[in-house]
């Protein structure tokens, strides 16, 4: 991941592309180099995101002629290294969506440091009877999936019934981690001797035979 220290610094560079003079945008390095498979060796690359670049209005119709498909090339430089080369792109899109930004990259520090700070806390959530880091996980959906049915499994020891009203309002992106949450619900509810209404979803006591919250009737 990188850093907002990091990220800053690249920032500070001044490259420009040799054909046209534009500044080259700081954007992150994909996962993978399409040439070998291998990944770039580096986090960012620099990218000439000029559409009115010769390199890129004029590529389009020689990598037709001599493939037959549609691409272009911009200019390319990796930092650490005087001169760049010619990347093909598949459209005119390609890479303005990873261009650098500060505030995104602080955002997604902010995040993984609570992430890491609600995993550290697990293991004591349960004696502590303390549900904010299985909440601060299960909440995440960009929360290491790992980690998250690390907090499944806390979620009956922590014995707090609060925590059920977030957890059923909550859009679960993944499949597994809901059916989790949902078997750890249904095992708290049981350890407490509640249940809920069907009716109104409100937790009543599971001997209830009308609910307190809509007077209707309970199986």
């Known amino acids: 991941m990188l850093d907002l220290d990091t990220c800053l610094k690249y ?3 001044e490259h420009y592309c040799p054909h046209c003079n534009t500044r080259l945008s700081c954007c992150e390095a994909p996962p993978f180099h399409v040439g070998d498979g291998l990944g770039w060796g580096t986090e960012v690359l620099f990218i000439c ?8 209005v004029n590529s389009w119709k020689r990598f037709e002629e001599l493939y037959g498909h549609s691409s272009s090339c911009r200019y390319m430089l990796v930092p650490g290294e005087t001169s760049g080369s010619a990347m093909m792109v598949q459209g005119k899109d390609a890479f303005t969506g990873s ?19 609600a995993l550290a806390k697990l293991a004591t959530c349960v004696a502590d009877h303390d549900c904010t880091p299985v909440m601060a996980l299960l909440l995440d959906e960009k929360a290491g999936q790992a980690h998250r049915k690390q907090a499944c499994e806390c ?52 001997q209830a035979k009308t609910c307190k919250h809509c007077n209707k009737e309970l199986d």
């Not at 995101?49 to 890129?56: A, G």
């Not at 650098?100 to 992430?115: F, G, H, T």
Request: charged letters at 35%.
């Open 155 to 206: 979620l009956v020891g922590v014995n707090d019934l609060s925590c059920i009203d977030a957890l059923r309002n909550h859009d679960f992106a993944n499949p597994e981690i809901e059916q989790r949450v949902n078997i750890a619900i249904k095992e708290l509810l049981k350890a407490n001797f509640k249940k809920e209404c069907p009716h109104c979803a409100e937790i009543v006591k599971s």
């Open 99 to 117: 261009v650098l930004d500060p505030e995104k990259i602080k955002s997604q520090n902010a995040r993984y440091d609570q992430e890491k700070e």
């Open 11 to 13: 920032l500070k560079e």
């Open 49 to 56: 995101l000029n559409d009115d670049c010769p390199i890129f």
